[in-house]
C-alpha cells in the first residue's frame, strides 16, 4: 500500500477509533477476467469501490489502494455491515463453460470443443482486525495485506482467527469439463509450448504425439 495513502486513509479516520480495519480483494480476478474480460471485470471493481467508498451506507471510511484491493474502516456500530456489504456485491450467473482446442497439419485444420453447466461466482475475500488507535494502523495494515490471501470467500475472517488458517485457492467458476483439453487429430495430450509450460486454456505449441500445431483456449 502506498505510503501516501497510508497517510490520507490514517488522517480520515483519526477521529473515528477505536473500530475496525478491513481488507477486502476481489477473489480469483484472473478467472473473471478471462471469462468476462478486462472491462466487465473493471465495471466490477467500480461497483465495488462505489458501495465501499462513495457510499456511507456501509464503512464508514474507505479507499481503493490496488487493482482489486480495497480498505476500509468501519465504526464498533457499523461492524455488522461488513457482512452486508458482501452480501450485496455476491452475484452467480449459470454458464455453460469449457475449452476448445484448434490444430493445424498438413493444410488441414481440425478443432474440438468440450463444455458443461457451471457457475460463476462473484465474491470478495475480507480479512479485518481491531484497531484501538492511530499508532496501530501500520503495523495492522501490513499484517492484513499480508494474510490477503487462500481464504474461504463472503465471509469477514477475523485475523488473529486466521493465522493458522489452512489456505486453499478458490476458483470463481464452479466446473471444467471431466477431460482436460487435448489434440483434435490424435487425442494427444503432451504438447512443446510455444513460451514453455503454460495453461491448457490459453496456450499453444506443438503436439508431441502428431506434430499439429495446437491453439488452446477458453470457450464460454
Not at 461466482?121 to 479485518?128: D, G, L, S
Amino acid at each position: 500500500m502506498k505510503a501516501e495513502y497510508r497517510e490520507i486513509f490514517k488522517s480520515a479516520i483519526v477521529n473515528m477509533m477505536p473500530g475496525y480495519l478491513a481488507i477486502f480483494n476481489l477473489a480469483d480476478i484472473r478467472s473473471r477476467n478471462d471469462y468476462f474480460g478486462h472491462q466487465k471485470v473493471d465495471e466490477e471493481i467500480v461497483k465495488f469501490t462505489e458501495l465501499l467508498c462513495h457510499s456511507t451506507k456501509y464503512a464508514n471510511y474507505g479507499m481503493r489502494i490496488a487493482g482489486d484491493k480495497w480498505l476500509g474502516f468501519f465504526v464498533p456500530s457499523s461492524f455488522g455491515s461488513i457482512q452486508n456489504l458482501l452480501d450485496e456485491f455476491h452475484e452467480e450467473k449459470s454458464i455453460l463453460h469449457g475449452w476448445k482446442s484448434v490444430g493445424r497439419r498438413g493444410g488441414i485444420t481440425k478443432s474440438h470443443t468440450e463444455t458443461v453447466e457451471a457457475k460463476i461466482v462473484r465474491a470478495i475475500r475480507c480479512i479485518y482486525s481491531h484497531l484501538e488507535n492511530h499508532e496501530e494502523f501500520e503495523v495492522l495494515v501490513d499484517q492484513l495485506l499480508s494474510n490477503d490471501y487462500g481464504l474461504p470467500v463472503d465471509i469477514p475472517h477475523n485475523l488473529e482467527s486466521i493465522i493458522s488458517h489452512p489456505r486453499i485457492r478458490w476458483n470463481c467458476i464452479s466446473k471444467y469439463p471431466e477431460n482436460p483439453p487435448f489434440c483434435p487429430f490424435c487425442n494427444g495430450r503432451s504438447f512443446n509450448w510455444k513460451d514453455g509450460d503454460t495453461t491448457y486454456y490459453g496456450g499453444e505449441g506443438f503436439c508431441n504425439n502428431c506434430g499439429a500445431y495446437i491453439g488452446f483456449s477458453n470457450f464460454s
